[in-house]
């Protein structure tokens, strides 16, 4: 798609204030030191321009840049705080929701049906891992950040959100391992980065069809 020179300058302008704004958020639902600004501006300032390709010009590239730079700040403080705030989340979901009416398919029912299954979906892994290994593997924010999933892309393609995600975890166990040896492998990662990867490029691009439809 083609998208104008005014469409990038908007894009670049609205990320100098977004970025701060996320670094500022990381830093304090972190509890500690938080992300670089100039590093946060520059995400901010990509993730805008790439949503620009997909969504130009239209109310979905602002959207889309608003759901980017939030899906940063969660990916941000996973990374330093290995936790999703309630207060990022759960607005996460009840904002797409609402947004599943501006959507072409307008399916509300299939959006909320996603929420309900991503979100029963990872809390019978979180809570059956805590029973059968008495403690926590998977975190019950990762749990809202599905059903936030859920709610932004529907029931449908929520399934390679879980893919993508998954995929991404075993990258970055297998990244660790390499450069920390097996201990690294008992480590824990912040999985909500990679929910969080999973979940935008299925919003930008749909479910791939990559081996045809699941359902």
Not at 149 to 156: R, T
Not at 194 to 213: E, K, N, Q, R, T
Request: glycine share 12%.
């Amino acid at each position: 798609m083609t998208f104008s020179a005014n469409t990038i300058a908007t894009v670049l302008l609205g990320s100098l204030p977004a970025g701060y704004m996320a670094a500022v958020a990381a830093r304090r639902l972190s509890a500690g030191a938080g992300p670089d600004v100039m590093a946060m501006i520059a995400a901010c300032a990509a993730l805008g321009i790439w949503a620009a390709f997909v969504f130009p010009t239209t109310a979905l590239l602002a959207i889309s840049c608003a759901l980017g730079w939030t899906l940063l700040v969660l990916a941000a403080v996973d990374v330093l705080a290995f936790r999703l705030p309630d207060i990022l989340t759960l607005p996460l979901g009840v904002a797409g929701l609402a947004v599943a009416q501006w959507l072409p398919d307008r399916d509300l029912v299939g959006h909320a049906v996603g929420a309900a299954i991503g979100g029963l979906l990872f809390y019978i892994v979180a809570a059956t891992y805590q029973r059968v290994r008495r403690q926590d593997g998977l975190g019950f924010g990762d749990v809202k950040l599905a059903a936030a999933a859920g709610a932004w892309v529907g029931w449908q393609p929520l399934p390679y959100v879980v893919l993508i995600a998954c995929a991404g975890g075993l990258v970055w166990a297998g990244v660790a391992a390499i450069r920390r040896g097996r201990t690294a492998l008992r480590e824990r990662i912040p999985f909500g980065v990679a929910l969080c990867a999973g979940l935008w490029i299925v919003w930008l691009y749909g479910a791939p069809d990559l081996f045809g439809p699941l359902f």
